[in-house]
């Protein structure tokens, strides 16, 4: 038993419910921020509800003077600052919301902790690498494509400048794309996995999707979080690249999930034209539709984590193919008997 304290804003997320897992699993003490919601948002976490050491808070990165006090009443050894407006493409319909929660979030949680010995991991994005050339590592100039991965580029500034400044212990995670099968219906890899699942159950005709070609480093989330505590583990605060070193377009990840449940695709025509047409039977599976475009798209991101696995002694495990795997069986599984969140993290342990 470590008997630590940790405490965890963006809770009720996808790396919210897998790192509250990992640390409870330690021994530690966990405490999440979330959002006051008249709708349930805690799903994820049912599973850990009896846990005499994990608690929920009611809270907001809008609102430093609470985030002042529960960090104060908690006392964690711990902070992980998962909380954002997590979605690239809303961040261009509200990026004055995703400024405040994303970049000023950030500041609120910094200027909370400045006079203490709390250790704070920052989730900063590969998104913020945006236009530049891959592959990207820790020394690659960023150039920010979306009010999202701008927000997040302010932040991890601060942290680097809190950290100069102030000595504390807190470090930037640049996490490349990382999935499971918790991820929210409003992401690409969850919308294909999903897609796919109803598609082979006889319940949806057709997927809709934006850019193709879009090239993503895809990892498992699991492996990811155990990386954040990685992080914050070393005598020396610093700032890491996690990432599989492969990419695959959102094609390969489409061709993949159909794959999964026992369909091969063929691809005809180009750009909003291309379609994704099942080889036995005929049918037109996959279609573009332009209304999922970005105003300014990103092409690749493709990380180096050369420096993680030498300082942290990390590397991802669970490949890419198992991944999408275990995304649409989880989805066939909760269309077919109602798969809740609980079982798919007790079959993950």
């Not at 009611?58 to 998962?82: K, V």
């Not at 590592?137 to 100069?164: G, M, Q």
């Not at 091969?264 to 047409?277: M, P, V």
């Amino acid at each position: 038993m470590l008997g630590k304290k940790a405490f965890i804003t963006g809770i009720t997320g996808q790396d919210g419910a897998l790192l509250a897992q990992f640390l409870l699993e330690k021994g530690y003490e966990v405490h999440g921020l979330r959002l006051y919601s008249a709708s349930t948002d805690t799903q994820r976490l049912d599973i850990f509800s009896d846990n005499g050491n994990f608690h929920l808070h009611y809270g907001d990165l809008t609102d430093g003077g609470n985030l002042r006090r529960l960090i104060e009443t908690i006392a964690p050894d711990e902070i992980y600052n998962l909380g954002a407006q997590s979605h690239v493409g809303v961040s261009f319909e509200v990026p004055e919301a995703t400024a405040q929660i994303n970049a000023l979030g950030t500041l609120r949680l910094l200027e909370a902790i400045r006079d203490t010995d709390i250790r704070f991991y920052q989730a900063s994005s590969s998104e913020m690498f945006g236009s530049a050339p891959a592959p990207q590592d820790e020394s690659t100039p960023f150039a920010p494509c979306s009010p999202y991965a701008t927000a997040k580029l302010y932040a991890y500034w601060l942290v680097r400048n809190y950290r100069d400044s102030y000595g504390l212990h807190a470090s930037n995670g640049v996490l490349f794309n990382h999935e499971s099968a918790l991820r929210g219906e409003e992401f690409v890899t969850r919308k294909i996995s999903l897609a796919v699942a109803a598609m082979a159950l006889g319940q949806q005709e057709s997927l809709s999707i934006g850019n193709l070609d879009a090239r993503r480093d895809w990892g498992h989330a699991r492996d990811y979080v155990e990386g954040m505590w990685r992080m914050l583990q070393q005598d020396t605060p610093d700032d890491f690249v996690l990432a599989t070193g492969k990419a695959h377009s959102v094609r390969d990840f489409i061709n993949a999930a159909f794959a999964c449940a026992g369909t091969s695709l063929t691809w005809q025509g180009q750009g909003l034209d291309e379609k994704g047409i099942d080889r036995k039977t005929g049918r037109v599976l996959v279609q573009v539709d332009p209304q999922f475009f970005r105003p300014n798209e990103v092409h690749e991101l493709l990380g180096d984590a050369s420096k993680a696995s030498a300082k942290l002694g990390w590397k991802p495990r669970i490949s890419f193919g198992q991944l999408v795997e275990e995304m649409v069986s989880a989805d066939i599984g909760a269309l077919q008997g109602g798969q809740s969140y609980e079982q798919i993290l007790l079959a993950a342990e």
